[in-house]
């Protein structure tokens, strides 16, 4: 059976610092993994997805790795901003079956002015 | 646009009730899915369709029956609501497995 860690629970930060969200996984036949946030009372916004043949995604000031044969993934985040605050979510994508994604418990973020 | 919608937003309803949450997807996916996000924040997949056949039901109780009338909608009907049912819902959908999966807003279930 998946499980999935997030690695902090909770992180606070001042505004403009460089950080990474980790994230790892036990089971490393997966297909893809996703990163994903959500803001308080809101659904989920999806960030980044790594294919499993990936090693790395980019998307702005986001940075996602994936070592799949480690079971682990990091999401950096440059020059972080108040706007960045908000619970970030780690998912992985059996490799088999449907692509049912299987969650860990978040990361809550605090970027402070 | 709306890619991902789901009906009510709020929930609020007694022990016991049948109740049902809506979720419609105008992004042409064939692929729609329930989580259940519990109190403690942890989601978990709960049902998952593919071209309105159920694929995957994750030890979910009897009294939730999902129903998908066509590709774009997939509805949850709850009977005899539980305590322990509150919670948010989830209703998310993707193209093929390889491909990210959007998340409507959420329904919060409340049951007093």
């Known amino acids: 059976k998946q499980e999935v860690t997030q690695i902090p629970a909770a992180l606070s930060v001042p505004e403009g610092e460089n950080l990474v969200l980790n994230c790892s996984f036990t089971d490393s036949a997966i297909y893809n993994l996703q990163w994903f946030r959500q803001d308080p009372g809101k659904g989920l916004t999806s960030l980044l997805l790594?294919?499993?043949?990936?090693r790395e995604q980019t998307s702005g000031r986001l940075n996602a790795s994936l070592d799949k044969s480690s079971g682990r993934s990091t999401l950096y985040i440059a020059a972080s901003q108040p706007g960045d605050s908000a619970t970030y979510l780690c998912?992985?994508?059996?490799?088999?079956?449907?692509?049912?994604?299987?969650f860990g418990k978040g990361t809550m973020l605090l970027v402070s002015p | 646009d709306t890619a991902v919608s789901q009906t009510p937003k709020y929930l609020v309803t007694q022990m016991g009730n049948d109740k049902s949450i809506k979720c419609e997807q105008n992004?042409?996916?064939?692929?729609m899915y329930w989580y259940k996000q519990d109190s403690k924040k942890f989601l978990k997949i709960m049902f998952s369709y593919n071209n309105k056949e159920l694929i995957i039901n994750e030890t979910v109780p009897n009294r939730f029956s999902p129903k998908s009338p066509d590709k774009a909608h997939l509805n949850l009907h709850i009977n005899s609501l539980e305590l322990g049912d509150s919670a948010v819902y989830f209703c998310a959908s993707s193209q093929v497995r390889t491909e990210k999966q959007y998340f409507g807003p959420g329904t919060r279930l409340t049951v007093t």
């Open positions: 790594i294919q499993s043949s990936q």
């Open positions: 998912a992985v994508s059996s490799d088999s079956g449907y692509s049912t994604l299987t």
């Open positions: 992004l042409g996916h064939d692929t």
